[in-house]
């Protein structure tokens, strides 16, 4: 498996604002990505922390508002930019490892808050 | 389009009970078919997860049943306890591609 953590694990911030979650694993991984969930929703794929290159953006989600870095195989940041009430939702980091099989692992969430 | 479809959305059982969650997909190039259960305030967690060349699998006291003709799978919990009581995801990922597609989800409820 692996472990994932998020800073921060919650913020409430106000419109306009931008607010960047961290996620860091414990061991180096290939695949890197980032979700959102609504409260009592499933998980929607914003994109794919590529390293060392441009992140994957899912339909519906662009660069500008939700910016991603992933500098090395252990660390990436979501930046969530110029917030409205309608960006407030957990944000998810998640990991995959493949080889012998595919697995996916998540993080504990960022709560999200905008007011 | 909801690429996997999962039901019930919720459910409610009595302690020592087994709910079964279903999923069903269209999709033939799915090749991995994850279940995650959640807790409130926490991530998806891995719970178990099958491919498609067997028709079930077990975990201690979760099992998934697979049927590859019907293109549907199911979560069964034997001896349900009122710590499963959490949210249960099913899932699916295409041969060749690194993300996965989730159902809605299904609420459960175990009663003591």
């Known amino acids: 498996s692996a472990v994932i953590s998020q800073k921060p694990s919650r913020d409430i911030c106000q419109r306009g604002t931008s607010l960047t979650i961290q996620c860091q694993v414990d061991?180096?991984?290939?695949?890197m990505f980032w979700y959102r969930q609504q409260p009592g929703q499933s998980l929607t794929l914003i994109a794919t922390?590529?390293?060392?290159?441009?992140?994957?953006?899912e339909s519906g989600f662009v660069i500008d508002k939700f910016p991603i870095s992933r500098p090395n195989l252990t660390f990436s940041t979501l930046t969530v930019s110029n917030m409205s009430p309608e960006d407030s939702s957990i944000y998810l980091c998640?990991?995959?490892?493949?080889?012998?099989?595919?697995?996916?692992?998540f993080g504990p969430g960022t709560r999200l808050t905008v007011t | 389009q909801q690429q996997v479809k999962q039901s019930p959305q919720s459910l409610i059982v009595q302690k020592g009970g087994i709910p079964i969650i279903n999923c069903a997909y269209e999709?033939?190039?799915?090749?991995?078919f994850p279940w995650y259960q959640q807790f409130p305030g926490k991530g998806p967690a891995l719970l178990i997860a099958?491919?498609?060349?067997?028709s079930e699998k077990k975990e201690g006291r979760f099992t998934i049943s697979f049927n590859k003709s019907a293109k549907q799978f199911s979560l069964h919990i034997m001896d349900s306890q009122p710590g499963d009581s959490a949210t249960y995801f099913c899932?699916?990922?295409?041969?060749?591609?690194?993300?996965?597609?989730f159902g809605t989800g299904t609420r459960l409820t175990v009663i003591p």
């Open positions: 998640s990991v995959a490892r493949s080889g012998v099989g595919y697995e996916q692992y």
């Open positions: 061991s180096q991984v290939t695949m």
């Open positions: 922390a590529n390293q060392g290159s441009e992140a994957t953006y």
């Open positions: 999709n033939t190039a799915f090749d991995y």
């Open positions: 099958i491919r498609p060349d067997v």
């Open positions: 899932a699916a990922k295409q041969t060749g591609a690194n993300n996965l597609f």
